[in-house]
């Protein structure tokens, strides 16, 4: 069996094309920019000027990249404001478009993430190629229902812009042969939507376990208790609530660090919430996994997620974590961790400050969720990646 890979984003692709390369199936690796050396691609293009990625351990001969569609999109998109997520949706049909000539006759299985592949998807699928969904979020069907409502309520941006993302989505659902469900959040919601659970196969995420890592007890401060927030700062990312909690908390002990690019129609609700936040806009990975080691708890109360890669890399790193069931988490209530509903600062105050004044309870659930993260690092992902092919086609 040979896989071609497509995936248009950063999230854990590289972690699937290090898997599918460690079992000897992956055929080709589409991308958007990629340098095999990282000093290479810090001289090219800083990580101020422009995302790229590199990868050591990725083999050169099998990585296309689609840096003539990506440079000229990651320059428009900071003047696109309101209308980020039309061009994102532009952005994806042409990806989608230019990846056709390196899918078809590369591979047996064509794996993609969502989003990426209506065009090169049905072109494989003429070729003969099986096709695999990557379900990166959950059903958009959900998102509308929720998200749209909460955006509604806070007198933000109607999220309609978006729709020709939503029927790009479900296009791909409906054409794949297997759908990979990062999480059984998004199993359920899918079949709540008329999708067969017997096309999907829950695949948890794999997470570098060795760059995600604990900080011995020791030296943590005890004078105060740092949360951490990683991801877009906005209102889907559950924010609003979060500040809302620190804000009725009102505890000099409690440090809350964001994470992240602000989106724009948020900026006016972060300003008035000055004081009560720190926040880093952008981070290398190996700082990511500094700013984990020094936190003491992790929080994602997010409103719809497929299921969230930080979650996995603040459990790695032994932070017990406060998340909604729509984060997608591998949390457990009461043993790595504490869900909390949707939409509710007084439920995640409550269990902040739990964590802050039990500092051995903290530390426990934190343990526990290293644990629990060791059992999903990036080799037994592949494992599990290949076992839900074998599971499903019937192949080895």
């Not at 992790?298 to 997620?305: D, G, I, M, N, Q």
Request: charged fraction near 25%; proline fraction near 5%.
């Amino acid at each position: 069996m040979r896989v071609v890979l497509s995936a248009g984003k950063r999230g854990h692709y590289y972690l699937t094309a290090r898997a599918f390369q460690g079992h000897g199936v992956l055929g080709r690796f589409i991308t958007h920019t990629f340098f095999k050396q990282r000093g290479l691609r810090r001289r090219l293009f800083p990580d101020r000027v422009v995302q790229t990625r590199s990868d050591s351990d990725l083999s050169d001969g099998c990585v296309t990249s689609l840096w003539p569609i990506e440079l000229p999109w990651q320059a428009i998109r900071p003047l696109l404001g309101r209308f980020d997520r039309l061009g994102m949706h532009v952005y994806n049909t042409l990806y989608d478009l230019a990846s056709v000539p390196f899918v078809v006759g590369k591979g047996d299985v064509f794996h993609f993430a969502n989003t990426y592949g209506v065009y090169s998807g049905a072109a494989a699928k003429r070729a003969g190629m099986k096709v695999v969904v990557d379900q990166q979020s959950v059903h958009p069907g959900y998102a509308i229902e929720v998200v749209e409502a909460e955006y509604r309520r806070l007198g933000m941006w109607d999220l309609g812009t978006d729709r020709p993302t939503v029927r790009r989505v479900v296009r791909e659902l409906e054409l794949a042969d297997l759908i990979l469900a990062p999480s059984r959040f998004v199993f359920e919601e899918n079949v709540q939507r008329g999708i067969p659970a017997g096309k999907q196969r829950v695949v948890p995420l794999g997470v570098d376990t060795s760059l995600f890592r604990p900080a011995p007890r020791s030296r943590r401060r005890s004078d105060r208790f740092r949360v951490l927030f990683v991801g877009r700062v906005n209102a889907w990312k559950g924010v609003h609530d979060l500040l809302a909690a620190v804000a009725a908390l009102d505890d000099p002990r409690l440090e809350l660090m964001l994470v992240g690019a602000v989106a724009p129609d948020f900026r006016s609700h972060l300003a008035r919430h000055a004081g009560r936040f720190t926040h880093v806009p952008t981070v290398a990975p190996g700082q990511l996994a500094k700013l984990y080691r020094e936190a003491d708890a992790f929080a994602l109360p997010s409103l719809a997620e497929g299921s969230a890669l930080v979650t996995y890399e603040a459990m790695a790193s032994g932070l017990p974590s406060v998340v909604t069931r729509s984060a997608g988490s591998l949390v457990e209530h009461g043993k790595d961790g504490f869900l909390v509903p949707l939409r509710s600062p007084d439920a995640l105050a409550r269990a902040l400050a739990e964590l802050m004044d039990a500092p051995d309870l903290a530390h426990a659930l934190g343990a526990a969720a290293r644990e629990r993260a060791c059992a999903c690092d990036v080799k037994q992902y592949g494992e599990r990646l290949l076992a839900a092919y074998r599971d499903f086609f019937g192949e080895s």
